[in-house]
């Protein structure tokens, strides 16, 4: 129980930071001796209360983006229904063998993201245009982005928040620490979504217990996490993102 807690904690406050906690959390209780999937489902439940925290951490940065999200949550409630959809009736193995490809593209988006969002904006500036407004190609994309990443969420939750922030970085022309808010907010969406899923549809596959543990500690955590990770330098957070990811891919093909 101390240590199912002390990875909630972590992941609740990594979740807040970067994203992807569940690398912390799931592997943690596969080694417990949880099946891959009653982890996978009582996990979901119990971080949904520290994407609570860390939302409400970041919902300063959350302001003047309203007009995005309004096209970006339905896209990942859908993407989620989807994803838990999937989880309920597809093998594990399916999206499991193509999480450390898709992880490995998201830390390249986020190392490159600046460079990319300095070429859009000299680019926008010769067209004679705003480098602020985003196109509505651009949007598109944005919105297709982030339903996939919601379907993969639904499905497996661990580092959806880097990928967000990969494709958000390269689409968009919004600070890391804005960026970061948007994903705490999209995420929770996703998890609350394959949450309610699980609990409705395979309850008996949950462990409530897990889930409080995670719950109360990943709560905390987010806090925390969001308290601190708002004071960081956009160079610090993107290191960071980087780090986390670079070690989840690890255990992720070490677990393979």
């Known amino acids: 129980m101390i240590l199912i807690a002390l990875a909630g904690f972590a992941a609740g406050a990594?979740?807040?930071?970067?994203?992807?906690?569940?690398?912390?959390?799931?592997?943690?209780?596969?080694?417990?001796?949880?099946?891959?999937?009653?982890?996978?489902?009582?996990?979901?439940?119990?971080?949904?209360?520290?994407?609570?925290?860390?939302?409400?951490?970041?919902?300063?940065?959350?302001?003047g983006q309203w007009d995005r999200l309004r096209w970006q949550i339905p896209a990942s409630l859908a993407g989620a229904v989807v994803g838990a959809f999937l989880l309920l009736h597809l093998p594990e193995k399916v999206f499991a063998d193509i999480v450390p490809v898709l992880l490995i593209l998201a830390l390249v988006l986020v190392v490159v993201g600046p460079r990319i969002q300095t070429w859009t904006a000299k680019r926008a500036e010769a067209q004679g245009r705003s480098a602020e407004h985003t196109t509505a190609a651009r949007m598109a994309v944005l919105v297709l982005g982030t339903f996939a990443v919601g379907v993969y969420g639904g499905y497996f939750t661990a580092a959806q928040g880097i990928l967000l922030v990969g494709v958000m970085g390269v689409l968009l022309p919004e600070s890391v620490q804005r960026m970061n808010a948007a994903k705490n907010l999209l995420t929770l969406v996703v998890n609350f979504v394959a949450a309610?899923?699980?609990?409705?549809?395979?309850?008996?596959?949950?462990?409530?217990?897990?889930?409080?543990?995670?719950?109360?500690?990943?709560?905390?955590?987010?806090?925390?996490?969001?308290?601190?990770?708002?004071?960081?330098s956009p160079k610090a957070l993107r290191g960071t993102i980087v780090v986390v990811g670079l070690i989840g891919l690890y255990r992720l093909l070490a677990v393979a």
């Open 14 to 63: 990594i979740n807040a930071l970067v994203g992807s906690g569940t690398l912390v959390t799931f592997p943690t209780l596969v080694a417990l001796g949880y099946p891959p999937v009653t982890a996978t489902m009582s996990n979901a439940v119990g971080l949904v209360a520290g994407s609570v925290s860390g939302t409400w951490g970041y919902r300063a940065e959350l302001s």
């Open 196 to 232: 309610l899923a699980y609990s409705i549809v395979a309850e008996g596959r949950i462990s409530w217990l897990v889930a409080a543990l995670i719950g109360a500690s990943s709560l905390v955590g987010g806090i925390i996490g969001a308290r601190y990770g708002r004071r960081l």
